[in-house]
Every structure is written in structure tokens, then in C-alpha cells.
């Protein structure tokens, strides 16, 4: 299914799809870094959880009309995407502090936000992936006012969808980062990955961390509480 | 003309003005500080020099129907102003990169932005004043979204005006530093002070620093450039 890999990121490969002009093939690795790369280890069977878990969340978002990159689940550790312009933003939506907005902001841990936050980062390792505000992303990035807005509206929409999916396994939405990417047409869709990756996850009941803060922490098996949410999630499937 | 110590800044004492209810003295210290406050130096004159530096800019942003706190200015190191609760932002104006914007964003020095960007900063000397972006503002302060809105129209506008009388006296307006503060009526206006200390003042033919820039940088003498911009102020008010 594989032609030219195009790109090797912290913990996918991205490679043209044989034959599929505007559809990539993304193959999840084992590896986990944390603190901008400078911790770094690999799992056995990272990969395959996060394709899992990531194939499960979108295709429920596209039950939920959510329009995304997404295509199939090609085998335990590709998927197909459609091939977009990503842009350089991380998008993080945040319902309670947790993280580095704590300390930047001194806002206490686990402070629940009324309204969601959302926070620009200029996805840019040699930077740091800096905090940005929307005239920076204006500037930095070919996104236009308009586009900038409809990804907020699209963040905060994919959040209602994210938070109720978890709500139903039990896990609260902490936080997350999303990415955008704009198709040949145009269209501005959700693109990249949905996983413990890049969500906080935590138990509903007892607070437990359920995502790659037990890695970024050295507080639990990753291996372990990425199992937990696959089987949540296929158990709600 | 003081009654009690309200606040003491870095560069500027805020007393109670003794029998005027509503309305504040500004005194205007010999320090400078650089880094937040890791760099710190005093210097005779400089209280002087950007009292009297401030008081024709406020009174020049009056003429261009500009609403600021300033009310007038009392002798060499004091001036009188409207009482007003500071919205805890510095918002900061860039025309031209220079400083902490050229690292954290990875922009060439002298980069000239077409559209002037702005920024804010959420004042608080503990966390380093953060880059915030508008969600934070809204959350940190008491601000509505509407008066966000305000301020940044406020802020292009004395933009403007400002490198209008910069570019008069043959001076290249680089960024600068606002605060705006409510009034008890609830109107929100330029408050703080406009000097050397808070704007990036190059010399348009040659390129010569004219602010804080050469004590940060160590590159001059701080009471010699203050001097100038006065001088060249006062030759054309």
C-alpha cells in the first residue's frame, strides 16, 4: 500500500499510498517522546494501540457528521488518511488545567473551565512549538481570519463530541490537541491523530491518568492504561 | 500634593493625590530594570526625562482625540492622572521585529510586519508576564469580551498616531508597550506611561537605538538617548 515515505515525525511515518493520488498511508511507531523530544523510549505495541484507539475516535466523530482526514484502518498499525496541507498549528482545547497552562498561567491543577479554552501553538520543534495568538497564526501560517475561526468552531465542536464519547466510558476529557489540514478543494478538515498521545485522559471515578502522562510523569505502565482506553472504546463501539 | 503610597513599580511610585478623590500622582523613579527586574541600574534624570517625555506624548495623543488618564503634569518627576483599576495586560504593539519576538518566533530582526501585530502580555511579574492569548485575557482579567475588542482598536489607533509623531521628528516607531485602565464610569483608557522605557525608538536615518534597548543590551548611554528624545519632542511641540 506504501510508495515514498514523505514524513517522519516523533511517532508516525507518513508515506504516499501506492496507486491513491491525495491519500497517504500513516504508520504508527512504538516511540514515545515527551518535553519536546527530549525524553524518548519506544513500547511495544504503542503503534498499534494508538492506530486502534485514533481509527476508533474518528470514525466516531464521522458518525457525529464531523468531516476528518480519516479513511480506513488499513491493518494494526496503518491507517489511510486523505492526503492534506497540514497547518502548522496545534490546536489544544483545554477543560480543566492540567499541564504547562498551570504553570505559565498560575492557574491551579485541575481548575475546571466554564467555557473550554483553546490555545494556539506554532508547530515548530527548532522553537519549542511556542504559545501563538490568532495574529501570530495569521501571520505565521496560510490560514485566513475566516479559517482561523472555523477551526475554533470545529475544535470546540469536536470537543461537545470528544467529551460525551468519553463521558460514556467513563473518562474525563482533560484536555487535547488537535490538528487541521486543508484538503486539495480547500476544505479545512481535522487531520493527524486522536489518542492518550495527545489527550489527557483521567478515570471519571478515581482521577487515574489514562494517557502519555504516566510516561511524561514515570508514574504507571503506558502500555497498560492505553490497553484500558482500547477496551473502553471497543467495548462502547 | 501626595497623600498615601497606593503602589510602587519598578519605574514609577503611585500615591493618592491629597484632597482630589479619583485622581492619582505618578512619580517617576531613577531605575531602570531589564529582564524583569534581573538587570537593574538607576540613573540621575531618568525619572525626569520620561515624566516630561510622557506628559508631551499623552498631551500630543489629547490633541488627536485620544482619552488617556493624564491629567497634567505637576513639576520635573510628578505628573497627575485620571484614578483608574489597570487591566492587569500589557499589550504590546510591534511594527517592526525586534526583541523577544525575533526568538520565540523565529522572525528576522527588522522584519517590517505590513499589518501591525499585537499582543498581550499578562502582567504579573511572579509568572515572567506571559505571552496570553484572548481566551486567556478573558479568563485572567476582568475584561469583556467587547473591551478585549476595544483595546486592540485603541491600541492600532494610538499606533498610529504615534508613528505619525515619531515619524515627524525623524524617529522609526519599532513596537511599544501600553496598559489601559476602567475608569469608574467604566470607560477604559490609555493609562501608564508612553517613554523610552516602554516604546523601541530608532533614529530613522541611522538606525541608532533610542530607548531602553541600550541599557538591556549595554550598548549606550541610557541618559544621552532619553535626552535626545526629549529634545527633538520638544522642538516640535
Aim: charged share 30%; glycine share 6%.
Amino acid at each position: 500500500m506504501k510508495a515514498e515515505l514523505l514524513y517522519e515525525g516523533k511517532a508516525k511515518r507518513v508515506y504516499q499510498a501506492e496507486g491513491k493520488s491525495g491519500q497517504l498511508v500513516l504508520s504508527y511507531k512504538n516511540d514515545a517522546t515527551a518535553f519536546n523530544g527530549v525524553k524518548k523510549d519506544s513500547f511495544d505495541g504503542k503503534g498499534r494501540l494508538n492506530n486502534e484507539i485514533s481509527s476508533l475516535i474518528f470514525t466516531a466523530l464521522h458518525e457525529k457528521g464531523i468531516e476528518t482526514h480519516f479513511i480506513e484502518r488499513l491493518n494494526e498499525t496503518e491507517q489511510m488518511v486523505v492526503q492534506t496541507e497540514i497547518i502548522p498549528l496545534e490546536v489544544v482545547v483545554r477543560n480543566v488545567a492540567s499541564g504547562s497552562i498551570t504553570k505559565r498561567l498560575g492557574i491551579e491543577e485541575k481548575t475546571h473551565f466554564d467555557k473550554p479554552l483553546i490555545e494556539f501553538f506554532y508547530k515548530n520543534d527548532e522553537l519549542g512549538d511556542p504559545l501563538i495568538n490568532d495574529e501570530h497564526a495569521l501571520y505565521l501560517t496560510s490560514a485566513t481570519p475566516a479559517e482561523i475561526d472555523e477551526i475554533k468552531e470545529k475544535a470546540l465542536e469536536i470537543n461537545k463530541q470528544l467529551m460525551d464519547l468519553f463521558q460514556s466510558i467513563n473518562i474525563t476529557l482533560v484536555d487535547f490537541k488537535l490538528e487541521f489540514g486543508r484538503k486539495a478543494c480547500g476544505t479545512i478538515v481535522l487531520s493527524d491523530e486522536i489518542s492518550p498521545d495527545t489527550c489527557r485522559l483521567w478515570d471519571a471515578a478515581t482521577g487515574e491518568k489514562l494517557d502519555k502522562d504516566v510516561f511524561r510523569q514515570g508514574t504507571g505502565d503506558l502500555i497498560e492504561v492505553y490497553k484500558e482506553i482500547l477496551k473502553r472504546l471497543e467495548a462502547k463501539a
